[in-house]
Each structure stands twice: as structure tokens, then as C-alpha cells.
């Protein structure tokens, strides 16, 4: 099993700064299988990021993923006050099919 | 516009049983794999199955830790997907979310229905 493991758990910034979220994986995972996903509070996760580093349809610009080997990043170049929210990485891989990370949560600061 | 409903959550008591439902709209629900991934209160998201689109062969697929007490169907003449789940535990009291699947990504999300186990 792929066990993806994202730091830090909560990241304190203000309006306006550069957010750098991790999620490193236990193991090889393909770019291809590899997405973020932004949570608000009593709504449903929103798909941010696929295949490592494409924008969902609609997502800013701000939004970017990158990787280096088995480790991932999401970047938000400027936060905005509706981004404060809690980030999942997943992936797809084998048994469980699909495993997500265990959140960060970028709080206003 | 693309929208998935859940519904079917409530309070039920631990041994029995629940089906939910996810149904679609804006797109044809048939072409899309169909996922349903949970998130016990104040916890992360867990993935618990999906059904595979009919072209792929229309079959379900399980994580292990829920594999024999989960049944995920679909009837896509209806656009509608659902998850039953058996012997109900406290543990599975969650938020279940259905997802709909692009390639390998969850695209699109329900808002969720909320099941709470308890006597």
C-alpha cells in the first residue's frame, strides 16, 4: 500500500503570501495518478490539481503542482481569503486503489 | 452544469443495514466511473469503492477494510449509483461522498450525505 504523507499538518500564513504544501509518498507513484484537492468547511472536496501539475477546469492560475521524485508540491503564489481551507493529495496506485494523504490545513495567520 | 446528489443517510442502528444514493445530471452518467470516498467527523478522506463505467465492464471494486459488508451497484438508466453497506459499525459513521471519475481523477463531487451509527 502507498501511504502518502503530507507536512505540515497546518501551515499559518497571511493574505497575500506563498503557500508550499508537501506530500511525499511511500513509494514510486506515476505522475499521471497523482492530484490535490481543496476542502471547505461542511462542503465537498474540489479537485485542484491532476496529473501532478494540471489545473482542474476554472482553478487560478495561483494554483500549481510540481514534483521531484517521490515527493509532490502544491504551490499557491498569493492567498486569497477564500483559500484557506484543507488540501488532499491522492493517488492511484494499487490495493487500496486510491489513497489520499492526510490533509494540511492552511489557516489565516 | 454537472451535479451529483446524494441521499439515503440518516441514523441507523449498529447491525443494520443502508443503501445510499448518488444520482447525476449535466452530463451521461454511463460514460463515467462512479467512487465513493467518506470522511468520519473531524477526520480525512477515506476512498471505500467505485464502479466502473459500462464500457469498462460495469463492476465494482473495494478497498479492503470495507471489502464484504460494501455492494456499490448503478443503473444508469436512472443515472444513479449506489452503495449499500451491511452489518453497520459506530465506525462507519461518516460523511459518504460520491465522486464521479475522470480517467483516474474524482472531477466532480456530491455534497455528501451524512450516515451516524448508534443505538
Known amino acids: 500500500e502507498i501511504v502518502l504523507t503530507q507536512s505540515p499538518g497546518t501551515l499559518s500564513l497571511s493574505p497575500g503570501e506563498r503557500a508550499t504544501l508537501s506530500c511525499r509518498a511511500s513509494q514510486s507513484v506515476s505522475s499521471s495518478y497523482l492530484a490535490w484537492y481543496q476542502q471547505k468547511p461542511g462542503q465537498a472536496p474540489r479537485l485542484l490539481i491532476y496529473?501532478?501539475?494540471n489545473r482542474a477546469t476554472g482553478i487560478p492560475d495561483r494554483f500549481s503542482g510540481s514534483r521531484s521524485g517521490t515527493d509532490f508540491t502544491l504551490t499557491i503564489s498569493g492567498l486569497e481569503p477564500e483559500d484557506f481551507a484543507v488540501y488532499y493529495c491522492?493517488?492511484?496506485?494499487?490495493?487500496?486503489?486510491?489513497?489520499f494523504g492526510q490533509g494540511t490545513k492552511v489557516e489565516i495567520k | 452544469e454537472v451535479q451529483l446528489v446524494e441521499s439515503g443517510g440518516g441514523l441507523v442502528q449498529p447491525g443494520r443495514s443502508l443503501r445510499l444514493s448518488c444520482t447525476g445530471s449535466?452530463?451521461?452518467?454511463?460514460?463515467?466511473?462512479v467512487s465513493w470516498v467518506r470522511q468520519a467527523p473531524g477526520k480525512g478522506l477515506e476512498w471505500v469503492g467505485f464502479?466502473?463505467?459500462?464500457?469498462?465492464?460495469?463492476?465494482?471494486e473495494y478497498a479492503a477494510s470495507v471489502k464484504g459488508r460494501l455492494t456499490i451497484s448503478r443503473d444508469d438508466s436512472t443515472s444513479t449509483a449506489y452503495l449499500q453497506v451491511n452489518s453497520l459499525k459506530t465506525e462507519d459513521t461518516a460523511v459518504y461522498y460520491c465522486?464521479?471519475?475522470?480517467?483516474?481523477?474524482?472531477?466532480?463531487w456530491g455534497q455528501g450525505t451524512l450516515v451516524t451509527v448508534s443505538s
Open positions: 464502479i466502473k463505467s459500462r464500457p469498462y465492464g460495469g463492476t465494482p
Open positions: 491522492q493517488q492511484y496506485g494499487s490495493s487500496p486503489l486510491w489513497t
Open positions: 465522486a464521479r471519475h475522470t480517467e483516474k481523477r474524482f472531477d466532480y
Open positions: 449535466g452530463f451521461v452518467f454511463g460514460d463515467h466511473s
Open positions: 496529473d501532478a501539475s
